[in-house]
């Protein structure tokens, strides 16, 4: 039976002390390992190692050998500490995609603000001409303000188109123009027109713009008169006489007699659809005109469905036409008009 009086071993103590030792060097070798990240060679700091052989060299003073957290903590700030970075991962920006969408604004912007002045542009243009500005600043040109739908004009010069102004622009060039909402006609100096269309789209004439040619040195010999141009739309003509060789002339003479022409008593020129509803007491005014190589004309006669209406003098305002007034009797639609002049030298052709 054991002595339970008997003193303890001297040898346990030690061996006690000593089992417990390794088992804070371990701890303390762990704490090491993990705090110095990815470190795996053992600590050569020595004052780490000695408190391990005091403890075997003194077992009985082992709370004494024992090193603290604050040396722990000294001996660890002397070791080199492995410092982990992350990478840089630079940002990403789509800077190309933003010029692009700049450029493309600037782009619409510039092409918005180009539009609109175009387009106020083109408006300033239709209102000036509209208005007569720029026929009032022209020495070529002549402004009729509220001339009426209807009317005739005789220019100082031959004209070259005009402009009718009826909340839009028409332009006519020489000649007999019918649109369909007005009827114009531009022989040499002269102009008619009248409105011949009704609805929204044939509004009242405001302004009548007479574009002339440009102004020519007048010759000093006679001018020789020029052929007149002859409109679409023209009473029945008459055959063309040749003229007749003259003896006498020492040198030859061409001339020729021009279609007739028939006008109302505002020199509008009439249409053969016109001359048919015409009726009783209805005034005609009908022209002829002759062109010639040489020599003049100083006269016309007209028969009229076979009537004579006899010989005259007298000529249309700013043409070389002459006419005859003639007044519709009763039961007359259909008109045969013959037109001479009379030449200084062929005589009547």
């Known amino acids: 039976m054991p002595d339970n009086n ?3 071993d001297p040898t346990s103590t030690p061996s006690q002390s000593y089992t417990d030792v390794p088992e804070q060097t371990s701890t303390s070798s762990e704490l090491q390992h993990s705090f110095t990240g990815a470190s795996d060679q053992p600590l050569s700091n020595p004052s780490l190692q000695s408190p391990v052989q005091d403890v075997v060299a003194n077992p009985t003073d082992t709370q004494q050998s024992i090193p603290t957290d604050s040396q722990q903590n000294d001996s660890f700030s002397d070791q080199p500490q492995a410092v982990v970075t992350a990478p840089h991962a630079p940002k990403k920006y789509g800077g ?4 692009a969408t700049i450029f493309g ?9 180009a539009g609109v002045i175009l387009v106020q542009r083109q408006q300033q243009i239709a209102e000036k001409a509209a208005s007569g500005k720029e026929c009032q600043q022209s020495q070529d040109c002549v402004l009729l303000d509220n001339p009426g739908n209807s009317g005739s004009f005789t220019a100082p010069r031959p004209i070259s188109y005009v402009k009718i102004t009826a909340k839009d622009v028409h332009e006519y060039e020489s000649g007999d123009t019918n649109d369909g909402c007005y009827h114009v006609v531009i022989n040499g100096s002269f102009l008619s027109w009248n409105r ?3 609805g929204p789209d044939c509004k009242d004439v405001s302004n009548v713009q007479v574009w002339m040619k440009e102004d020519e040195a007048t010759p000093t010999s006679t001018p020789t008169p020029e052929p007149t141009e002859v409109p679409e739309e023209t009473p029945t003509p008459t055959s063309k006489v040749t003229p007749t060789e003259t003896p006498d002339t020492p040198t030859e003479v061409t001339a020729q007699c021009s279609d007739v022409k028939a006008y109302d008593e505002e020199w509008i020129l009439l249409s053969s659809q016109d001359l048919s509803n015409l ?3 209805d005034t005609v005014r009908f022209t002829v005109s002759g062109s010639t190589s040489s020599g003049t004309f100083d006269k016309a006669r007209f028969t009229v469905n076979g009537t004579s209406l006899g010989e005259t003098t007298k ?3 700013g043409s070389n036409e002459f006419y005859v007034e003639y007044i519709v009797p009763a039961g007359v639609t ?3 008009v013959k037109g001479e ?3 200084s030298q062929l005589k009547w052709i």
């Open 196 to 198: 011949v269309g009704e």
């Open 6 to 8: 008997q003193a303890p």
């Open 279 to 281: 009726k009783k007491g």
């Open 105 to 113: 604004i600037l782009l619409l912007v510039g092409g918005v603000a």
């Open 334 to 336: 259909t008109f045969t």
């Open 96 to 99: 190309k995609k933003i010029i």
């Open 341 to 343: 002049v009379h030449h």
């Open 315 to 317: 000529k249309k305002p």
